[in-house]
């Protein structure tokens, strides 16, 4: 007994290589189970090529095709038969939807342990990346590699060009800076250059993080490389001044050009309104972003300030004469002191929680904006395809009147070639719709997930300074009391 | 205006005798009218109960009535109320209306309440300080009976004294230059009294110190302002924000709106209160060390008076020309230096007092502030907690 159906292409294996212009059918997000698994009740024997088909990994040992789970297939190997039912496989392709490939979600990486490596302007900084996970794409439960920055960047430059064009929203890398990276460099060991490493760290985790996170991306090979192997390939064009840099820059200038040039005619509004939402957003979290760092600044002003006057308050208890009095104010001073500590761990909470994250939402806009753009550049090639075709088609026309029997072949084999890239344009670009679709709707529940945790971890620290306060001032107020 | 609550700063024994508030004020354009209203039984007043409309300058000229009258050399007079200055609060509110085609209507509605609610403490302040002053006087024993404080009191016209004009102005300057360069000569004379040695050396620490502290506790509230203003900012662009969202995020961005509002209210109740018992406290003692410096000052220049009296007395003697005239000098100097000593002992005794009182009721008070708020931000960010994380 075999599936009834003789395509294998309606269980194609996701074709991923390093080279590709990424997958060519997306089939963890289709919409329709239905299309291609109508056929799929009949009974599959174990020996049918067709399974083979169905259990194998395709060219890449890292991504898994529609399959049941594996307690589905597995035990199977004392049954002769493996019966797939519809309904066991709509519940496993819900479950596969939630559940990012068999396994829930379960992973956790931490970026630890910054190390500086070598010495001057060759060094840098050396970052311990764990994973920790039950998931079954990975070999080991728990596994620690060493990194460097230009890795994490060199990792971001391959996903972004496997997919940012074909409509996944994949999450920017952290800014590099040369001037933080400089002071490390040179060996100064202060505080700012100690908030920069840390600032970095924190960064570098929460950018692998949501990578991870993104169910396309993590069956990726090369973040798997990445997490996974003790050694990785230096990734020489993310230097900033190299000559890749500054191809990568020019090409974006040009990018920008092209933008403006292409009138798309929107015939559907969700894309027209999502756009304009986003134009938006990027605004408003721009400002907000803003205006938080100026927070920040604020509240580290006023923690010098307390202290500050912590200490007269002190010096002011000293001089005065009448004991109790002199007590009590220097008792003010110390809950003055203590206060100005609570300040301080305030703006770094308000620092981590919210600037980072707000300044990383500006950065994913920019992606989510990118990808916008790359559906109208595939617009724009379908229909600059469509409009050579018609050119073409013009041409052959004339021909037709001519005696030159190999022009006219020629034309006619050139319309059919355009007439396959006409097709593929389309299908590209409902394709590229369709993600978008997808990775917007996952956009917005992440990002209202994010705020709501950083909300409820902001809130926790609030809670935390206010009852703090109320003993500081519970303390203080019988040496008030007992002045007479 | 409602009327202000009583001066917060000092504590004072009021009697039936005399009472003095400030029940009403007015704000015009670049000038505050006070309503001063006095009930009072002394006979000397023609009716127990009256009120008249005073100005900022008449209360300068009554406090510096009392200053220039020998009699009082011997007193604490109790330090002028500041200038009112709204200068600061116009200027931010008149930048708002400049500014308001560059903002959304709620925005601009939220600043203008915020700036409102700033320009009307100020003039709570303001009016806080002049009562206070008024208070003083009519609880000093002898202050109380002078005659241009009833006047003030009374009198319901205007009392034409006009702000001091430019050479006025110059003459204070060079007085007080000349009074400063005496008062280190004169600082440096040792006093035989423990006493008063001992009060010169405490004054003159103290005020330093408090000059200090005031300073620092403004610096403070000045961060904490600011702070508040920030997140004040934060809110109105996330007010912005959750209008054109989707209904999804409408639910967290409106939690998301009043948290933040509840923060902005957690950072500026500190600073206001802080403000209040703290910076206003430190700013009022330090105007008072300054008085009870002052009258330091005036004995210590009547005991130089009183020594080279006798140095002239002597060398009058000894050449026995002018005897009586220096016999009267020195008699008089003795007598106006005793007389000083006196009154500034019993001064600086309740000067030490109402310090005492004062910072006990403003320390806790403060305190007790705080932890009011503490715990009600608490509450507040207790429960909104429990919303979040019961959402799912």
Redesign the interface.
């Known amino acids: 007994m075999c599936l009834s159906s003789s395509e294998p292409a309606s269980l194609p294996a996701e074709d991923i290589s390093t080279n590709s212009n990424g997958p060519k059918q997306d089939l963890l997000f289709d919409e329709d189970p239905e299309d291609l698994f109508a056929e799929a009740t009949e009974e599959v024997s174990l020996d049918s090529p067709e399974r083979d088909l169905l259990l194998s990994d395709g060219p890449s040992p890292a991504i898994t095709p529609i399959t049941p789970p594996t307690s589905v297939i597995t035990p199977c190997i004392g049954h002769s038969l493996l019966r797939i039912k519809f309904e066991q496989f709509q519940t496993c392709f819900l479950q596969i939807e939630e559940e990012e490939g068999g396994d829930l979600f379960d992973m956790n990486i931490s970026v630890s342990d910054p190390e500086k490596v070598g010495d001057g302007m060759n060094a840098y900084m050396a970052y311990k990346v764990t994973t920790k996970t039950s998931m079954s794409v990975f070999k080991r439960t728990e596994f620690s590699v060493k990194r460097r920055f230009s890795d994490f960047l060199g990792l971001h430059s391959k996903l972004a060009s496997k997919y940012l064009h074909v409509g996944y929203i994949v999450p920017p890398a952290p800014e590099k800076s040369i001037v933080g990276m400089t002071k490390v460099k040179v060996g100064k060991e202060d505080q700012s250059s100690n908030e920069f490493v840390e600032k970095r760290r924190s960064a570098l985790e929460r950018y692998l993080m949501r990578t991870v996170k993104h169910p396309v991306l993590l069956k990726d090979p090369d973040v798997l490389q990445f997490l996974e192997s003790s050694d990785l390939p230096r990734a020489v064009s993310t230097q900033a001044l190299s000559s890749a840099g500054l191809l990568r820059m020019v090409n974006k200038a040009a990018d920008a050009v092209n933008k403006m040039t292409i009138k798309m005619n929107e015939s559907d509004a969700w894309f027209e309104e999502k756009q304009q939402?986003f134009e938006?957003?990027d605004v408003?979290l721009r400002?907000?972003h803003a205006?938080?760092e100026?927070?920040v600044c604020?509240?580290k002003?006023?923690s010098v300030?307390?202290a500050?006057?912590a200490?007269?308050?002190a010096?002011?208890g000293?001089?005065?004469?009448?004991t109790?009095?002199s007590r009590?104010?220097s008792q003010?001073a110390e809950v003055e002191e203590k206060i100005d500590q609570l300040h301080q761990d305030q703006a770094n909470a308000d620092f981590y929680l919210f600037s980072e994250l707000l300044g990383d939402y500006v950065r994913l806009i920019t992606a989510v904006k990118g990808v916008f753009d790359h559906r109208m550049k595939t617009w724009q090639k379908w229909q600059d395809s469509q409009m050579l075709l018609q050119k073409k088609r013009e041409a052959e026309a004339k021909l037709q009147f001519t005696n030159k029997p190999d022009k006219l072949q020629q034309a006619k084999d050139e319309i059919k070639e355009l007439e396959g890239k006409v097709q593929q344009g389309e299908r590209d670009f409902e394709q590229i719709s369709k993600t978008i679709r997808k990775e917007v709707s996952r956009f917005?529940k992440d990002?209202?997930k994010d705020?709501?945790t950083i909300?409820?971890k902001y809130?926790?620290s609030?809670?935390q300074t206010?009852?703090q306060?109320?003993k500081y001032?519970?303390a203080?107020?019988p040496e008030?009391?007992a002045?007479? | 205006l409602a009327s202000p609550p009583r001066a917060v700063n000092v504590d004072l024994q009021t009697d039936a005798t005399l009472q003095v508030d400030i029940s009403d004020a007015l704000s015009e354009r670049d000038k505050v009218k006070f309503t001063v209203h006095t009930k009072s039984t002394l006979p000397n007043f023609k009716q127990n109960e009256f009120s008249v409309v005073r100005q900022h300058e008449e209360f300068i000229w009554l406090h510096d009535s009392f200053v220039e009258n020998e009699d009082y050399a011997g007193y604490i007079i109790p330090p002028a109320p500041p200038r009112p200055d709204f200068d600061a609060s116009r200027e931010k509110l008149q930048k708002l209306g400049e500014g308001e085609g560059s903002m959304t209507k709620e925005e601009f509605t939220k600043m203008k309440q915020e700036l409102e609610a700033e320009y009307l403490a100020i003039f709570k302040k303001t009016v806080a300080m002049h009562e206070v002053f008024l208070c003083r006087v009519a609880a000093h024993p002898v202050l109380r009976k002078d005659l241009n404080f009833h006047v003030f009191l009374e009198y319901n016209q205007d009392l034409s004294v006009r702000g001091k004009n430019k050479k006025e102005k110059l003459e204070d300057f060079f007085k007080n230059v000349v009074k400063s360069a005496d008062g280190v000569l004169v600082a440096g004379v040792k006093d035989v009294d423990d006493f008063f040695e001992h009060e010169k050396t405490f004054l003159l620490e103290y005020h330093n110190r408090v000059k200090d502290a005031s300073a620092k506790s403004d610096k403070m509230i000045r961060s904490h302002k600011s702070a508040a203003d920030d997140i004040n900012r934060i809110a109105s662009s996330l007010y912005t924000l959750g209008t054109q969202d989707s209904t999804d995020l409408c639910k967290y961005e409106s939690l998301l709106k009043l948290l933040t509002f509840l923060c902005f209210k957690i950072e500026a109740r500190v600073a206001a209160d802080e403000d209040l018992k703290l910076a206003d406290l430190l700013k009022y003692y330090l105007r008072e060390s300054q008085a009870a410096k002052d009258l330091l000052y005036r004995r210590s220049r009547a005991l130089v008076d009183y020594e080279n009296a006798n140095k002239a007395l002597d060398k009058a003697r000894a050449k026995n020309r002018d005897v009586l005239q220096a016999e009267t000098s020195q008699q008089l100097c003795c007598h106006k230096f005793e007389k000083i000593s006196e009154s500034a002992k019993q001064e600086l005794i309740d000067f030490k007092t109402r310090r005492v009182a004062a910072f006990r009721k403003n320390l806790v008070e403060l305190a007790e502030l705080e932890l009011k708020h503490a715990k009600g931000n608490l509450q507040l960010l207790q429960s909104c907690l429990g919303v979040l994380k019961g959402n799912t």
């Open positions: 939402h938006n957003l408003q400002k907000l205006s938080v100026s927070l604020h509240r002003e006023l300030n307390t500050q006057f200490k007269s308050a010096m002011l000293n001089s005065e004469d009448h109790a009095l009590a104010l003010l917005e990002r209202v705020f709501k909300i409820i809130l926790e609030l809670v206010q009852q306060l109320i001032w519970e203080f107020l008030a009391k002045i007479s």
